[in-house]
């Protein structure tokens, strides 16, 4: 059973910069897709970023392409997305999720088996 445990969420300003990690355990060997959802009160979870961890490739919405920029450090099985020039549109829970598979729905939320339980990120203007 895969683990997914979000972690450095935080209030900001518009403009300031955070970095989210994903750590995981419990995996078996093979690929994943990896990926990062948020869901603001009162709106739809959205899927915003994507790692596969076999290839490397990242997804991102347009929402936040150019502004976040997912990595992950193989070693220590943590998946992570750095997160610049915030808004307050990006305040959110944020949510890790992954899947033992390539990615080839990013950014649908139907695509991943396995879910974290969250970390707040606030943006205050």
């Known amino acids: 059973q895969v683990q997914l445990v979000e972690s450095g969420g935080g209030s900001v300003q518009t403009g300031e910069s955070l970095r989210l990690s994903c750590a995981a355990s419990?995996?078996?060997?093979?690929?994943?897709?990896m990926g990062w959802f948020r869901q603001a009160p009162g709106k739809e979870r959205e899927g915003v970023a994507a790692?596969?961890?076999?290839?490397?490739?990242?997804y991102y919405a347009d929402s936040v392409k150019g502004r976040f920029t997912a990595s992950q450090d193989t070693a220590k099985k943590t998946l992570y997305v750095h997160m610049n020039s915030l808004k307050p549109e990006d305040t959110a829970m944020y949510h890790c999720?992954?899947?033992?598979?390539?990615?080839?729905?990013?950014?649908?939320?139907?695509?991943?088996?396995?879910w974290g339980q969250g970390a707040q990120v606030t943006v205050s203007s």
């Open positions: 419990g995996y078996t060997s093979g690929a994943y897709c």
């Open positions: 790692l596969s961890t076999g290839t490397g490739n990242t």
């Open positions: 999720a992954a899947v033992p598979d390539l990615c080839y729905r990013p950014h649908a939320q139907n695509a991943y088996k396995y």
